[in-house]
């Protein structure tokens, strides 16, 4: 009842201040109105938050969002209008010059996406950037995309550089980008064009020129040459470590990209080369800053959709015609005698007493740049991310002190070898270190079949010039996985065969 009388009572309220041939009254009701849809339109043109989303599951890793343009997206037609304004920073033309692959009618290359947000449509790299690539048979072969492989043709450093480059050149204003965007026929609108990408300007100046300083330790590393990163000196940028003050040591962490395949199989494995994680969902969100996901901006569904499909996205069996069954057999039992053990009984049973654990790097012998780059103190930080975030909370980062047994599948795509990409060939890899190539190239991806790995020996394809990769250089070495047990005392018919094995992984 006592509803009814307060009904009654706002009605009476209501008649009472109601507009009655009051100019100034509907005037002041229109305003209102006004201001409110203004409020509304205001609302849906800045409060928008949503990303591109595709149906197929390779498509959503290729392209898909993580979330990392919320908070370090790139405006999208800045993005555009970068390479011809600042076209002197990239090594040829546009961003493919940076080892970038664009598919036929598409806009953005493979490993980045895009998502409208405050206001605007802004792109950033996703997983695929890292973990995809083409592979041609020959030069004149069309050139094949494969999710989950690592992306051998990528050069991050001159990706970094160019941005840094340019976001530090007087080029990078409103007055020269947004001429440049014009020129593009972008479908800004007047709020877009004289108030909107204006700002996106200069904030974008802001943030890349913060991130320039915070990422100096690459300007005093030698190039990493494409397909590599530093992984972990990157992540101690994350919590503003000054790495000037850091150890020499452990400044020099370049490595080279995995391959991603069948997570599910690798559950509870000790990974990452060092084998400093041993969760694959962790491993997965720290993977995700490299996408610029925060705990805040992780798009916590989009990324469970990438996790899902790597759980079993299988690794493309061996291309290049019928292996030959006698060597293969040959080379199955080596393998099994000398490296099961370590790596699993083959591509696709991981199974083996040490597979997803660490081998000492003093019994290894490989490089350790990459191993003294992860630190005790970067571990102990890192259990502070997405703290507040329940069971999301970091948990499994320890310091080991070696690296990892992993399997092998797809391992005839995972050249160059080792953790570091020191040796261009599986070949190359059986031989010990004195008789592997001190320099090859980096950044071709026409197949060398017989080798097993990327033509290594071509200095440049028409304008793109490929990386010389000097072994002799800090953090590059190709010692190590050398002497009886990692195969390299073998006979090279022994060799023939194992390497005939492990085309079929
Ligand atoms: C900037 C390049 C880059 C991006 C982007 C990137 N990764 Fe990686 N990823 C790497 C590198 C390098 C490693 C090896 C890290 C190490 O041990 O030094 C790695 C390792 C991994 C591993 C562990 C592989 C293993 O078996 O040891 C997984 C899983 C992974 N990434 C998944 C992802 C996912 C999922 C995303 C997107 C959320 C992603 N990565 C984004 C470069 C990248
Ligand atoms: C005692 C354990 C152990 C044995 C035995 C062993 N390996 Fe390894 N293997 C490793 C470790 C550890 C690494 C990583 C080293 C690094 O990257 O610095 C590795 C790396 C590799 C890689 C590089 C993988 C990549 O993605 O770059 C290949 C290929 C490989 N091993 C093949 C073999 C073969 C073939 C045999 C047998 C002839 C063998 N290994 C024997 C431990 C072992």
């Given amino acids: 009842m006592t509803g009814t009388t307060e009904t009654r009572t706002y009605a009476e309220k209501g008649d009472r201040k109601s507009c009655h041939g009051r100019m100034w009254c509907w005037l002041g009701s229109l305003l209102l109105l006004l201001v409110l849809a203004t409020g509304v339109w205001l609302g ?17 890793f290729k392209y898909g969002s993580t979330g ?59 997983c695929a950037a890292c973990h995809t690539n083409t592979v041609r048979d020959t030069p004149q072969s069309e050139p094949r995309l494969i999710a989950g492989m690592p992306s051998n043709t990528l050069n991050l ?16 204003s409103p007055d020269q980008i947004l001429p440049a965007i014009e020129a593009l026929n972008a479908d800004l609108d007047l709020i877009d064009r004289y108030l ?46 000054p790495l000037d003050k850091a150890a020499p ?34 491993r997965n969100r720290s993977a995700a800053f490299g996408t610029g996901a925060t705990p805040p901006t992780l798009d916590r569904e989009s990324i469970r959709r990438t996790e899902n499909w790597l759980l079993d996205a299988a690794s493309p069996a061996w291309p290049y015609g019928a292996l030959n069954a006698a060597l293969v057999e040959k080379g199955s039992n080596i393998y099994r005698h000398y490296c099961a053990e370590c790596h699993g009984a083959s591509g696709k049973d991981f199974s083996g007493a040490r597979v997803g654990t660490v081998v000492p790097i003093k019994v290894i012998g490989t ?3 990459r191993l003294d780059s992860y630190t005790r103190v970067l571990a102990l930080n890192q259990s502070m991310l997405y ?7 970091f948990s499994n980062f320890r310091k080991t002190n070696g690296y990892a047994n992993m399997p092998l599948d797809g391992l005839w795509l995972r050249a160059p070898y080792l953790h570091n990409g020191s040796v261009p060939t599986l070949r190359d890899l059986l031989e010990p270190a004195v008789r ?48 009886r047990a990692y195969g390299t005392e073998l006979p090279d018919e022994d060799k023939e065969a194992l390497v005939e094995f492990l085309k079929s992984f």
């Fill in 157 to 172: 450093l001159a990706f970094e550089n160019f941005f840094f480059g340019c976001a530090a050149d007087a080029r990078f």
């Fill in 436 to 483: 592997r190539p001190v320099q090859f190239y980096r950044g071709y991806d026409v197949y060398d079949p017989v080798r097993v790995g990327f033509v290594h020996n071509v200095a440049a394809e028409g304008e793109r010039r490929f990386f010389l990769y000097d072994t002799q250089v800090a953090g590059n070495s190709n010692q190590g996985h050398e002497g």
């Fill in 44 to 60: 849906i043109r800045f409060g928008t938050d949503r990303a591109v989303t595709y149906q197929d599951d390779v498509e959503h």
């Fill in 249 to 282: 040591e452990e400044l020099i962490g370049a490595s080279d990209f995995p391959s991603i395949w069948n997570q599910r199989r690798r559950q509870g494995m000790q990974l990452h080369w060092d084998g400093n994680n041993t969760r694959v969902e962790e």
């Fill in 196 to 241: 909107v990408y204006p700002l996106a300007v200069l904030l974008m100046r802001d943030q890349v020129l913060m991130l320039k300083k915070r990422f100096d330790f690459v300007a005093h590393q030698p190039a990493w040459g494409p397909g590599r990163v530093d992984t972990f000196n990157s992540a101690k940028v994350i919590f503003n470590f």
């Fill in 367 to 369: 490089d350790r740049g």
């Fill in 387 to 393: 703290a507040g975030y329940g069971d999301e909370r």
């Fill in 68 to 126: 990392g343009e919320r908070e370090s997206g790139f405006p999208y037609w800045i993005w555009r209008a970068l390479p011809t304004v600042c076209a002197d920073y990239l090594p040829g033309e546009g961003y493919a010059s940076l080892g970038m692959i664009f598919e036929k009618g598409k806009d953005l290359p493979v490993g980045v996406s895009k998502r409208r947000v405050t206001g605007l449509d802004r792109v950033f790299l996703n």
